[in-house]
């Protein structure tokens, strides 16, 4: 049973495809991973709060929202490859924007690039994460997609490596106070240097981009199930409207990028006020943690043969929200490992989100994964929101509750799909 599982997963026929999609979802978490450090680094670059820098994050995840669905739309009266194309194109575009961002040494130019970037990698991932599931038979679909998936983190990891290299340890020593000394000439020279530091780090994996866009253009690509009946968006959006799980997936899906997103946005922060570290060194403990999550990937989507998705990741949550509340609680390096070991429990819940509250979509799976994408949006509130709580409280450690109660809601599906798998597979739920 197990050896005829592992041949269904992938078949010979489409492992060239997808080996170029799974390299697709490197390349995301590259940029993913990136940009959560740029919080840290404009908070000291601009001398920002915590809520200025969160709209990182409201413009980056903002841009999955507002993408996701003119993307469903794409692909359904074109191909997956259309919109794999097209996403990978914004994305070398958003990187390239940050050249004249870095000249003008704009926040807001900044903010408009990473929306350009982050509304190519929504087209991305609508296209790609439906076209894996549609490789090979539904009853593996989950484990493909979390195989698939399992690469995102390793690209998460070049990316924390990429801007600790070439933009966390190139910033100034100097901190706010010191830089409020500074004449505006000096403050300006200091400003710039980092900034440009920024800039060619982004810009040089935009120039990347271009090959691997060339490399898939010319690669024949399967059309899997595009080729199915055609049927108007509002028919689609009533049946998805209908589908009890689907509804609570989308909703999950928004909660737990929300959780995601926000531990990820304040580790570095937390970890320099904990250790005394600086954001170079602090960003070791954000790599650890990366590192956590992607050897996680691999052992759940294992651990998936013999348990139950829908049951490890209700476990999996209720243990995110007992090291959370560590997080909360804790000081000094229990926090610190605490907040690390968030990231292992966290590792299998995206993909899996997505696999169950797409179960049984059929033809409605191209419409019904924009839901799922746009529900990235909580990346874009949450971080806010705990930013919020930061400022007002004047306490990182409390902002802390905002993750954790979204891991409630992850636990909550987890056992919903659990007790009602046979009813949503027959598609009476």
Known sequence: MNNQSKTALVSKATLWPFILLTSLFLLWG????????????????????????SWIQMAFYGAYFCLALPAAIYIKKYTYKSGVLLGLGLFAVGGLLFYPA?????????????????????????????????????SSATRRLNL????????????????????????????ADE??????????QVRQA?????????????????????????????????????????DGFKRLMANKNYVFGVLTQFFYVGAQIGVWSYT???????LDLNESDASDYYMAAIILFTVNRFVFTALMKYVRPSLL???????????????????????????????????????????????????????????????ILGGAVFPVIQGLVSDS??????????????????????????????EIASGTL
């Open 179 to 188: 830089r409020s000394k500074m004449t505006a000439d000096q403050l300006q």
């Open 393 to 422: 409280l004047d306490s990182i450690h409390l902002s802390f509750f905002v993750p954790a109660c979204c891991y409630l809601v992850v636990v909550a599906y987890g056992i919903y799909h659990y007790k009602h798998k046979k």
């Open 268 to 274: 570095i922060r937390y970890i320099m006020l904990e």
């Open 30 to 53: 590259l940029a993913n991973n990136m940009t959560d450090t740029l919080l840290a680094a404009f908070k000291k670059i601009l001398s920002m709060t915590d809520t200025q820098t």
């Open 148 to 175: 698939a998936q399992s690469f995102n983190p390793v690209g998460s990891i070049i990316g924390v490596l990429l801007s600790k290299l070439f933009i966390l340890s190139q910033l100034n020593v100097a901190e």
């Open 102 to 138: 870095s000249i003008l040494m704009s926040y807001g130019f900044f903010l408009f690039a990473l929306y350009v970037l982050a509304g190519g990698l929504s087209i991305l991932e609508t296209s790609a994460n439906p076209y894996i599931m549609v490789m090979g038979p539904e």
């Open 313 to 375: 990741m209700a476990i999996s949550a209720l243990l995110a929200i007992s090291l959370t509340l560590v997080v909360i609680f804790g000081h000094g390096m229990v926090g610190a490992i605490a907040l690390v070991l968030i990231s292992g429990c966290m590792s299998l819940m995206f993909p899996t989100i997505y696999g169950l509250g797409a179960e049984g979509l059929g033809k409605d799976t191209k419409l019904g994964g924009s839901g799922l994408i746009m529900a």
């Open 194 to 234: 980092e900034l440009d530091a920024v800039m060619s780090t982004y810009v040089g994996v935009a120039l990347f981009l271009v090959l691997v866009w060339v490399l898939i253009k010319f690669t024949k690509m399967p059309t899997a199930s595009e080729n199915e009946g055609q049927d108007s968006l509002k």
